[in-house]
């Protein structure tokens, strides 16, 4: 050591540095030595591109990949664990976007033009869904990249020896050859990298060069240490979303990591509470990385083995008490549960979430799993999943989901069937023509125009979304991805043409309860108590209720809403579910899988509200409609336990996409051991009636107000909003006073 220098301790220094590793992605800082800039990188895509148009789109992929990890500006930061920047511009993602515009004006101009059309209408949204994947974990880390590479190459030989390389394995192979290629001297780039600013940051020497070391090693062999596997896990991240496909979930925390975590402690490499600040290092950087503005990363914890066994471990503790110590938005944590998750795992759980760091959903495993087996997945791969995105069930690298390829808004079809087809805030038809309000002389007769409203809504959605599958081999092929999945190895598949082991596509059925309250007041308010004709109504809803007040208010506030376990509203919302889950569930796509249906509706809520005229329940034109399972905004007045009792009467299992419930709690319910009992009593109850995933805010409603008013006295408070939380200070006035609204209710 150098007279004069103080070396900084390696261990006991996070806070310290948090601070600055807070703006390590707001101030970026790159080597300009290091290589080129974003604009010359641009100019030498452009350049191959135009040389080598004749190339498979796979190839060319793979190598504009090659191109920015080999010829981009890198830095690593000498206060980091971690090593990972590169400054690559969104180069890929940019020439994607190319590609998709390429193909909707050669391809898809009328299929665009209906989706424009029906999202700039509320009605559905269909897209190609690259937003929700994930990688196989297991075999990042099984592997490393040199192993990934000589797996695709032995799979070559194998098919060139059979006889069965076709031009499009052949292509397959070569673009995951260059991939993993470019991956192994990138990481060794990062390693050079480290070692410099070792020398440039005497005080951090110690430091770079252990990060230096373990970059080298991940680039020869697989990672034999925690350091080195989370390093892996988070480069893999950061080159796959580069690539062009967002990562929306980190695995099985505990489960992956256990085994690196206990040898690691067993050789003296680390002790718990360094294993514990290594992962606050691990998990601040997807917070730096969003600023909590962002939808985040999942990593799932527990789980039940096909023996009924528990995944528990020590190391679950250590990573939640991290979190807890943390206290970020980012990452997002989930939770599967089982009748065997022990206690005081799950007690952890419930005192972050009343504590305020609710950034988790608790998933049933003993639902999630037969929902998967009934919708053909292996016992092996049912009981490996893992929640992608927000809720979604998906098997731990073996499927690509697609779980919002659709988002369709119910209340809409109660509009269209109301209007014969015509949506009333438009003028337009949209939906299919069922009958004038004055042809329905029963409910029987308006609901079942209703279901055929919602069937050629879905059956449009899904046929747009068929065509937009067909050209994703061209639009965004993922050889980096792919190259993770046993499958597309073993096929010569890409992940795009339908080579993971699972290719279904999801259907978001938004604006459940609206949807359910809407056609029990037209049962109730038109055919039973007779109020008004349906006629009346209608005009009633296209004024937004201005003549008729009072009929408003009976209608939002005197008759039976979903979320109360009222027996009449429930038993419709069941059929309603049923009849939903039956048009999509099956329906074959175009990667050689399925749809599959969805029971939740993240922030579309306020999206399609906004595209949505006054409806039957009460409810005013262009305000939220019903979010995810749970009842209207402030209509679930008889309490948490009716509000249970109502949702567990639907089959969970007819929704393989997922579903999940709200619950808002007071303070005062969750209030010391009795609070904390009680709350984990609430958990298990709702799984034990068949519930199939649950997320919670615990607000008293006048925290909620001074919060608007004096946001820079809550710039920390935390609030969940669909699969993803964020402070409340970030949300838009309208979002806020949906969450006073539910917090007033329970006050």
């Not at 938005?329 to 007690?347: G, N, Y």
């Not at 002389?441 to 449009?460: G, M, S």
């Not at 009636?689 to 006048?702: K, L, P, S, Y």
């Not at 006035?733 to 006073?740: L, N, V």
């Amino acid at each position: 050591m150098k007279k004069g220098i103080i070396r900084n301790p390696l261990w006991g220094c996070f806070d310290k540095v948090r601070g600055h590793l807070e703006k390590q992605y707001l101030e970026p800082r790159y080597d300009a030595s290091s290589g080129l800039s974003i604009d010359e990188l641009m100019d030498n895509a452009k350049q191959y591109l135009a040389e080598h148009k004749e190339e498979p789109r796979i190839v060319q992929k793979a190598n504009i990949f090659s191109l920015v990890l080999s010829q981009g500006q890198i830095e690593v930061d000498e206060k980091d664990w971690f090593a990972d920047r590169l400054n690559h511009g969104d180069l890929l993602i940019k020439i994607r976007r190319e590609w998709h515009l390429e193909v909707e004006e050669k391809h898809l101009t009328k299929e665009k033009q209906i989706n424009v059309q029906a999202s700039e209408k509320g009605y559905f949204l269909a897209e190609l869904d690259v937003g929700h994947t994930s990688p196989d974990w297991s075999c990042i880390l099984r592997y490393g990249p040199l192993g990934l590479r000589e797996r695709a190459r032995q799979a070559r030989k194998l098919a060139e020896s059979e006889q069965k390389l076709t031009e499009e394995k052949r292509a397959f192979y070569e673009a995951v050859d260059i991939v993993y290629s470019a991956v192994i001297k990138f990481i060794r780039r990062l390693s050079v990298q480290a070692e410099k600013m070792g020398r440039e940051h005497p005080q951090e020497q110690e430091r770079m060069e252990k990060v230096a070391r373990s970059l080298y090693a991940i680039s020869e062999r697989p990672p034999q240490t925690l350091h080195e596997a989370l390093q892996l896990a988070y480069i893999y991240h950061e080159l796959q979303e580069m690539e062009g496909e967002n990562v929306r979930s980190m695995g099985g925390f505990d489960s992956l990591y256990y085994p690196y975590y206990a040898n690691d402690l067993k050789m003296g490499r680390l002790t718990r509470d360094q294993a514990k600040e290594l992962i606050q290092f691990f998990f601040f950087k997807f917070f730096a990385k969003t600023q909590g503005l962002l939808m985040g990363k999942n990593f799932y914890f527990g789980g039940q083995n096909p023996d009924g066994t528990d995944r528990i471990n020590d190391l679950s503790y250590a990573a939640y008490e991290a979190y807890e110590e943390l206290a970020t938005v980012d990452p997002k944590l989930s939770v599967r549960v089982h009748s065997k998750t022990p206690d005081a795992f799950l007690r952890k759980v419930a005192n972050c979430i009343r504590s305020g760091l609710n950034s988790m959903v608790l998933a049933n495993d003993e639902v999630t799993i037969p929902t998967m087996l009934k919708h053909g997945k292996t016992p092996e791969d049912a009981y490996n999943y893992l929640l992608i995105g927000c809720y979604e069930p998906a098997v731990a690298g073996k499927e690509i989901s697609c779980s919002m390829a659709i988002t369709l808004n119910m209340a809409k079809s109660v509009e269209l069937a109301l209007y014969n087809g015509m949506d009333p805030l438009s003028g337009k038809q949209i939906g299919i023509q069922t009958g004038e309000a004055k042809a329905f002389r029963c409910f029987e007769d308006f609901y079942a125009a209703y279901k055929k409203q919602l069937a050629y809504q879905t059956k449009t959605a899904i046929n747009i979304t068929k065509t937009f599958e067909k050209y994703w081999p061209v639009v965004n092929p993922s050889p980096l991805l792919s190259g993770t999945m046993t499958e597309c190895i073993q096929q010569g598949r890409d992940v795009s043409a339908g080579g993971a082991k699972y290719n279904n596509s999801g259907c978001m059925c938004c604006s459940f309860a609206s949807t359910v309250d809407s056609l029990f007041a037209i049962k109730t308010l038109v055919f039973e108590q007779k109020l008004c004709s349906l006629e009346e109504l209608q005009k009633l809803l296209k004024e937004d209720w201005k003549s008729n007040e009072q009929l408003r208010l009976i209608a939002q506030t005197r008759l039976e809403k979903w979320g109360n376990n009222y027996e009449q509203v429930d038993k419709l919302g069941r059929t309603l579910a049923d009849f939903m889950a039956s048009i999509v569930n099956g329906e074959p796509n175009n990667r050689g899988g399925q749809f599959a249906a969805a029971l939740f509706s993240i922030d579309f809520c306020h999206k399609y509200g906004l595209l949505t005229g006054a409806l039957p329940d009460g409810r005013r034109a262009y305000q939220p409609l019903s979010k995810n399972l749970g009842a209207v905004t402030a209509m679930d007045k008889e309490g948490v336990t009716a509000l249970i009792n109502s949702v567990t009467k639907l089959d969970f299992t007819q929704f393989p996409d997922g579903s999940v419930l709200d619950v808002m709690l007071h303070p005062t319910a969750v209030q010391g051991e009795d609070g904390l009992n009680a709350l984990v009593s609430l958990i298990r109850t709702y799984f034990g009636q068949g519930g199939f995933a649950i997320q919670f805010n615990i607000f008293d409603v006048n925290t909620l107000l001074d919060a608007q008013k004096h946001p820079e006295r809550y710039a920390n408070l935390q609030v969940r909003v669909c699969g993803w939380n964020v402070y409340f200070v970030n949300l838009s006035t309208a979002e806020q006073e949906e969450f006073i609204k539910s917090a007033a209710q329970i006050s």
